[in-house]
């Protein structure tokens, strides 16, 4: 009971210091004369490619603190783990974490009006469970094909057009913002683990760090390429967690997941040659694109807006992608221009797409 006791407080304490965080970015921005086409602290998003940053110094401190701990604590670790234990016994712990946290994915698509989803991640957790021994397995996905419906709170909060707030570079967790911060606070009491905690913490902080390791385990070397590639680490990270965000709101938002032209297991783009109807057999036979990045200078349900944006594009000699969202009912466009692998050569190509007017432009992967 003492553990418990304590741990409440705590907890407490860390909510309002994080709602007093988010209140403080909205005078902030606010005080900088925040008008009507300015991205707002906690309105409507609206992408503009611009990060609110006040807390650069502090951030950045945050940022090397994390990078030496990778580097010395956590990837030694990872590399001892790996060298003991098979990947797939690693992977099975992975599945049997992320099945841990089902109320969460379950709540939150609920939340969002995904009854669907939310039935979905239901029957997962329920399988899972059984047939698939504690989550150890995922016959769910295997042998059912319910693919996991991936949703927390900070992306609620997203959908329903609550703003980000300000960056923040939380020790030991990484890069989030404030409104992602009261999202996992949120997210704490739909988690087992947390009530482990709460019981143990001790037990509660082993758990946290052992899947910690895990992860790691099965993703080395995917920090140290994204390092190298970068000319400003932070400022990379940084820009990189906030188009992840958004596009995991965005998807939402949207609804279901978007359909690719594919071959294997590799999601590849395709160039439209022809498009009053960009639906149709003429697709499968399009050049494939392997680019990692793009920039997405607009979407619409209007095919010839859609075909306008890319004849604009061809008279400043730039290529251009359509990807293609389907919506049962009807057809979902986004155009984008592919370039290449590296995330800085993107950014710049973002920035001249905006300077040529297309005020939508906006990194994608």
């Given at each position: ?87 797939d ?29 939310s ?6 957790f ?53 409104r ?59 820009d990189?967690?906030?188009?992840y ?15 690719y ?32 990045f ?72």
């Open positions: 009971m003492k553990n418990r006791d304590s741990f409440f407080p705590q907890l407490c304490r860390i909510c309002f210091c994080c709602l007093a965080i988010w209140l403080g970015s909205m005078s902030v921005v606010f005080g900088q004369g925040v008008t009507g086409n300015d991205d707002p602290a906690f309105g409507e998003e609206q992408d503009i490619g611009l990060v609110s940053d006040p807390l650069e110094p502090i951030n950045r401190a945050f940022y090397h603190f994390n990078d030496k701990l990778y580097f010395w604590a956590v990837k030694p670790v990872s590399q001892g783990y790996a060298y003991l234990i098979a990947e016994v690693r992977m099975c712990v992975r599945s049997f974490l992320k099945n841990l946290l089902a109320p969460v994915r379950i709540v939150n698509n609920l939340l969002q009006g995904k009854v669907a989803n039935g979905v991640e239901t029957a997962r329920v399988i899972n469970s059984t047939l698939g021994i504690a989550g150890l397995a995922d016959p769910a996905k295997n042998e059912f094909g319910l693919s996991p419906k991936d949703e927390d709170l900070g992306q609620t909060l997203g959908v329903y057009g609550v703003g980000e707030g300000i960056y923040i570079c939380w020790p030991f967790f990484g890069p989030s913002n404030v992602d911060t009261i999202g996992l606070a949120g997210d704490f009491f739909l988690s087992p683990v947390s009530y482990l905690a709460m019981s143990d913490a001790g037990a509660g902080v082993a758990v946290e760090a052992g899947r910690e390791v895990n992860n790691t385990s099965l993703t080395l070397g995917d920090y140290e390429d994204f390092k190298e590639s970068a000319i400003d680490p932070y400022v990379s990270l940084r990189a967690y906030r188009q965000r958004q596009k995991k709101i965005r998807d939402v938002a949207v609804g279901s997941d978007s359909v032209i594919s071959s294997s297991d590799r999601i590849e783009k395709i160039y439209v040659q022809n498009m009053p109807v960009p639906v149709s057999s003429e697709l499968d036979s399009a050049p494939v694109l392997v680019d990692d793009f920039v997405q200078v607009g979407t619409s349900v209007d095919a010839e807006q859609v075909l306008a944006m890319r004849q604009k594009l061809l008279a400043m000699d730039t290529e251009a992608v359509v990807k293609v969202y389907d919506r049962g009912d009807y057809k979902f466009y986004a155009l984008q221009v592919p370039v290449g692998k590296k995330f800085e050569i993107a950014k710049q190509e973002e920035q001249r797409l905006c300077a040529a007017g297309f005020s939508e432009a906006r990194v994608v992967q």
